[in-house]
């Protein structure tokens, strides 16, 4: 299981090695005798031990699916998201159109566009706001991954035909839990960050560029940091875990700061937060990625 957020691996401690801690630990306090007041905060402190296995008992019990570390309103409106979908369902609908097409797309537009599809509609499944096609959107997603690894051009028909009818409303049994760490390839992710960037960056030294379009980009970035949060696999040692993470939210905090300055049509704010997150994809080159 790829890490999810807070795991308890984070403080230190597996919920395993915690329970049995406790478990040897628990005798000795509660037979310990002591004067009144020591004996009120031992039976507390007993309490809080007890109500602690509980928690690790019940963490390991319930499988742990990482839903976003973030609440969704916290990081992007939830008409930029739908909007961005959207988009990429219009993209691969091009780009499936014919076999030329799809054969020109197969290796990298198609896989990523998808792969970007599958995150945007788990953000708008797990959106606090509401959302037209919000219901389907766990099947959205489903055929989106489906067609992000499809590896012919009948398989990827099919799979864009479900994320079409997703798309109408159109919901199957797909859960709306999900694994954040699993939505996407890293590569993928990279790609359309990038080019958003770009394209942000370029957006802001212009006058005259479209600042709703630029907002909804840097939505788009917010939400693929939480993948990016997620997804902690090219971290090669474990006690560099929180770094990575910490890397990940402040990319996704001053994305959604762009995309905020700039529907207020602050464009010193929304700079601003632009350089503090090309520090953070900086810094995260630095210390994480081989090339
Ligand atoms: C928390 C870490 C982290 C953050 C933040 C991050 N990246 Fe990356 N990025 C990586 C890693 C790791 C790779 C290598 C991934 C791979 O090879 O699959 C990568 C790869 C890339 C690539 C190469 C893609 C390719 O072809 O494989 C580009 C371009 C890129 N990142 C741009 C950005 C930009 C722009 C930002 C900020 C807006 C950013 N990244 C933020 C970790 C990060």
Avoid at 45 to 69: Q, R
Avoid at 81 to 109: C, F, H, M, P, W
């Amino acid at each position: 299981m790829p890490t999810p957020y807070l795991n308890h691996s984070d403080h230190g401690f597996s919920p395993a090695g915690r329970s049995h801690q406790l478990s040897a630990r628990l005798p000795v306090t509660l037979t310990f005798t002591s004067p009144m007041q020591k004996e009120k905060s031992v039976l507390k402190k007993a309490m809080m031990s007890v109500s602690l296995t509980v928690v690790a008992a019940v963490s390991i019990l319930i499988p742990c699916i990482a839903a976003s570390p973030v609440k969704l309103n916290k990081v992007a409106p939830v008409a930029d998201l739908v909007a961005e979908a959207e988009a990429k369902i219009k993209a691969l609908e091009t780009a499936l159109a014919t076999s030329d097409s799809y054969g020109a797309g197969a290796k990298r537009a198609i896989p990523d566009d998808a792969a970007v599809l599958a995150v945007l509609s788990q953000a708008i499944a797990e959106h606090e706001e509401k959302a037209a096609w919000k219901a389907s959107a766990p099947d959205l997603r489903e055929a989106a991954k489906a067609l992000a690894n499809s590896t012919s051009y009948d398989a990827a028909k099919k799979a864009f035909a479900d994320a079409k009818a997703a798309h109408g409303g159109k919901a199957g049994s797909a859960k709306k839990d999900d694994d954040w760490a699993k939505l996407a390839k890293l590569g993928s992710v990279m790609n359309e960050v990038n080019k958003r960037n770009s394209s942000i960056r370029t957006g802001l030294r212009k006058a005259d560029s479209d600042s709703e379009q630029l907002a909804r980009s840097a939505s788009v970035l917010a939400v693929l940091a939480l993948v990016t949060h997620e997804d902690t696999h090219e971290v090669k040692k474990k006690e560099d875990t929180p770094k990575w993470k910490a890397l990940a939210a402040d990319m996704q905090a001053s994305m959604s700061g762009v995309a905020a300055s700039l529907k207020k049509k602050d464009t010193a704010a929304a700079k601003d937060a632009f350089s503090k997150a090309g520090k953070s994809c900086n810094d995260c080159h630095d210390q994480f990625r081989d090339n």
